[in-house]
């Protein structure tokens, strides 16, 4: 075996640098649920105002309840 081959064989492939581990996805996972969570405790939820009441009102008095829009999923 020459020197060249000998020095390819040993080399890792060169996707091996792109691979996570699977410690590291997990260990993520947990930071940014964590951050997720935090950040949902930390921001107060903001009520829904009026008017938004209002646009809703208007979109369900415009068609009839329980029917789909769409010929593809409305019953036959």
Do not use: K, N, W
């Given at each position: 075996?020459?020197?060249?081959?000998?020095?390819?064989?040993?080399?890792?492939?060169?996707?091996?640098?792109?691979?996570?581990r699977?410690?590291?996805?997990?260990?993520?996972?947990f930071?940014?649920?964590?951050?997720?969570?935090?950040?949902?405790?930390?921001?107060?939820?903001?009520?829904?105002?009026?008017?938004?009441?209002?646009?809703?009102?208007?979109?369900?008095?415009?068609?009839?309840?329980?029917?789909?829009n769409?010929?593809?999923?409305?019953?036959?």
């Open positions: 075996m020459s020197d060249r081959t000998a020095r390819f064989s040993s080399r890792r492939p060169p996707h091996h640098r792109r691979i996570m699977l410690g590291t996805c997990l260990l993520l996972a930071v940014s649920a964590g951050l997720g969570l935090g950040l949902r405790l930390a921001v107060p939820v903001t009520p829904v105002d009026a008017s938004f009441r209002d646009v809703m009102r208007l979109y369900q008095s415009q068609g009839e309840p329980g029917r789909s769409m010929p593809e999923t409305s019953a036959p």
